[in-house]
């Protein structure tokens, strides 16, 4: 079936170095993406999102890429900061009018000081 | 900054027993949904609504589960006779037309747990 997955589910990085977290995704068919943030009790947060017929969007600290020959999303945070620490997860929303999203596994993003 | 409310943010009950869950989404946001987290996976959609009628739900949605939005403000999840796997976090959320990026927005949950 169609999966959203991450390659990695721990990632420690100091803090000020950049963070890259990355996908893979199996739809083909997806043609929008987005990374959340979730912090402990809460609730997925909206970082940045792209659509399929882009590869690249920046926006403040953070970049999304996507690469659709390999089906591949990350996302890179410039200068991790310790307010960074948290699970990120991509989701993808299929073409046409579903609107429900289908969350990869999440990784694990830990800021050492 | 409007936001999606859940209550309440933690909910034990005797598996068998039925739970709702409540859900405050954005006031000018035409669709909701709920997804769920089982500890330490991933978010799972389980339905969505619109029009005041379910669009999409997932295998996981079933008959055990129904939602409703009963008045212009609410919308609810009910979960008929709970069993010890139906123990997750609960996410409401509601988005506007477009769906996307700041327009899809996610409550803090509630987290459910079946004793």
């Known amino acids: 079936g169609e999966n959203v997955g991450l390659h990695l589910p721990t990632l420690s990085v100091q803090e000020g170095d950049n963070s890259i977290i990355n996908c893979a995704y199996s739809?083909?068919?997806?043609?929008?993406f987005i990374w959340y943030k979730q912090e402990s009790g809460k609730g997925p947060q909206f970082i940045i999102d792209?659509?399929?017929?882009?590869d690249k969007r920046q926006g403040q600290r953070v970049t999304v890429l996507l690469n659709k020959t390999v089906k591949h999303l990350s996302l890179q945070i410039a200068a991790t900061q310790p307010g960074d620490s948290a699970v990120y997860f991509c989701?993808?929303?299929?073409?046409?009018?579903?609107?429900?999203?289908?969350f990869g596994s999440g990784t694990q993003l830990t800021v050492l000081p | 900054e409007p936001e999606v409310t859940q209550t309440p943010s933690h909910q034990v009950t005797q598996m068998g027993q039925e739970v709702i869950l409540r859900c405050v989404p954005i006031?000018?946001?035409?669709?909701f949904y709920w997804y769920r987290q089982i500890l330490g996976q991933k978010v799972e959609f389980l339905v969505s609504?619109?029009?005041?009628?379910?669009?999409?739900k997932s295998e996981i949605f079933d008959d055990q589960f129904s939602v409703e939005r009963p008045d212009g403000s609410n919308f609810t999840l009910k979960i008929r006779s709970t069993k010890l796997e139906d123990s997750a976090m609960y996410f409401c959320?509601?988005?506007?037309?477009?769906?996307?990026?700041?327009?899809?927005?996610f409550g803090s949950g509630t987290r459910l747990t079946v004793v």
């Open positions: 959320a509601s988005s506007d037309r477009a769906g996307r990026g700041y327009g899809y927005t």
């Open positions: 739809n083909s068919a997806s043609d929008y």
């Open positions: 792209i659509r399929s017929n882009m």
């Open positions: 989701a993808e929303k299929g073409s046409g009018s579903a609107r429900q999203l289908t």
């Open positions: 006031s000018n946001h035409l669709y």
């Open positions: 609504f619109y029009n005041n009628e379910i669009s999409e």
